[in-house]
């Protein structure tokens, strides 16, 4: 009989250790579950975050555009007035050359 309450108490105590393990993974399990949930709105959060900075990077570039347009405008007149005066030197060779022959 004591072999009996010996294995009794041996099972018992291996029933109540299972007992708190298995209450150790429902708490974890609770706290993975409110971790996933905070990680679910933070990856929500910073997919919207990155829908406005990419609205805001794009009036940037257009805005930068927009700011440099005058300096466009004074390079191509630049490019106009090189040609011209590129023009010019070709048409004085052409006089020279008609003049030699």
Same mark, same amino acid.
């Given at each position: 009989? @004591? @072999?009996?309450?010996? %294995?009794?108490?041996?099972?018992?105590?291996? %029933?109540?250790?299972?007992?708190? +393990? +298995?209450?150790?993974?429902?708490?974890?399990?609770?706290?993975?579950?409110? /971790?996933? @949930?905070? @990680?679910?709105?933070?990856?929500?959060?910073?997919?919207?975050?990155?829908?406005?900075?990419?609205?805001? /990077?794009?009036?940037?570039?257009?805005?930068?555009?927009? %700011?440099?347009?005058?300096?466009?405008?004074?390079?191509?007149?630049?490019?106009?007035?090189? +040609?011209?005066?590129?023009?010019?030197?070709?048409?004085?060779? /052409?006089?020279?050359?008609?003049?030699?022959?």
């Amino acid at each position: 009989m @004591a @072999a009996f309450l010996t %294995l009794y108490h041996q099972i018992e105590a291996k %029933l109540f250790k299972i007992k708190q +393990v +298995v209450e150790e993974k429902i708490e974890e399990n609770k706290n993975l579950k409110i /971790n996933l @949930a905070t @990680a679910l709105e933070k990856i929500e959060r910073l997919e919207s975050e990155n829908l406005l900075l990419n609205e805001k /990077n794009k009036i940037l570039t257009i805005t930068k555009t927009a %700011l440099y347009k005058e300096d466009k405008k004074q390079t191509e007149k630049k490019i106009e007035r090189f +040609v011209r005066d590129i023009d010019q030197c070709i048409e004085l060779l /052409n006089r020279m050359q008609w003049k030699k022959d």
